[in-house]
């Protein structure tokens, strides 16, 4: 049975310029600093990745980005490499978000080259998945999964997949800020998660799923963490909008930690 540190993850998307992001860092630091059971990541925007970074040194929080391009450099106007990351002390990229592929039209096959690149310049990805609302309704959601996870993870090894996070987040569950969104039931994110697992065992083998991080993403906040992370296979969280303040952020941890 696999047994491993919870993961909570803060993708605080395109919020926080640079003061706001340093001192949401700062309160988040002193709020966590016990944290011991639980693996705490923050992912800010580019902009404040390097003065968050700097807050968060000597803290146990982790630096992680939202998003990043496939090669080292070159000429591609707007875009940050995974060396820009790796210089400023990334540890985690978030690869694949469904904001990604609706808004910047990012299909599987460059989310591939995106998580063959992160792991080959040692960066940890966390890849999203996850249905939309139509093909949940119309009950395509583990048909999709498997899509997604089958070319996502194309050519990606067992050995690779240690550092491979897979956040299982229900398109029609995020939050896109409404703080009332309503999360998935912890029934149905630990039936997501079931599929994630059975299908990696088939694409890898038994063993690297069960030791495969799945996070759950989709509304978390203070309020559902403990009943969805006490759900078998629920390894931790994606937390978008209540991870914009340091307090509710705070408690999602403590609720990972119990
Ligand atoms: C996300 O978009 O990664 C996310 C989980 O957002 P929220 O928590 O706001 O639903």
């Known amino acids: 049975m696999h047994q491993m540190k919870k993961l909570i993850a803060a993708n605080w998307k395109m919020n926080k310029a640079v003061p706001e992001a340093v001192s949401a860092a700062e309160e988040l630091k002193k709020l966590v600093k016990n944290a011991k059971n639980a693996e705490v990541v923050v992912c800010p925007p580019f902009t404040a990745l390097e003065a968050v970074g700097k807050e968060l040194k000597k803290s146990n929080i982790k630096l992680g980005a939202q998003n990043m391009h496939f090669e080292g450099s070159g000429a591609y106007t707007g875009d940050i490499s995974p060396l820009m990351l790796k210089s400023i002390g990334c540890e985690y990229v978030i690869l694949g978000h469904s904001e990604r592929r609706e808004f910047f039209k990012e299909d599987d096959m460059l989310i591939n080259k995106k998580v063959a690149s992160a792991l080959s310049h040692k960066l940890k990805p966390i890849l999203c998945v996850g249905e939309n609302l139509e093909e ?19 050519n990606v090894t067992k050995k690779q997949m240690k550092n491979v996070t897979i956040a299982y987040e229900p398109v029609w569950a995020i939050s896109r800020g409404d703080p009332n969104h309503k999360a998935a039931t912890s029934k149905d994110a630990e039936e997501g998660h079931a599929l994630i697992r059975n299908f990696l065992s088939i694409i890898f083998d038994r063993k690297t799923a069960e030791n495969t991080r799945i996070i759950y993403g989709g509304s978390m906040k203070p309020e559902n963490a403990k009943d969805l992370l006490s759900r078998k296979g629920i390894d931790g969280g994606l937390v978008g909008n209540a991870s914009l303040n340091a307090k509710s952020f705070a408690e999602i941890v403590k609720a990972a930690e119990n």
């Open 136 to 154: 949940r309704n119309r009950h395509w959601t583990q048909e999709v999964l498997e899509k997604q996870l089958n070319n996502c993870l194309q």
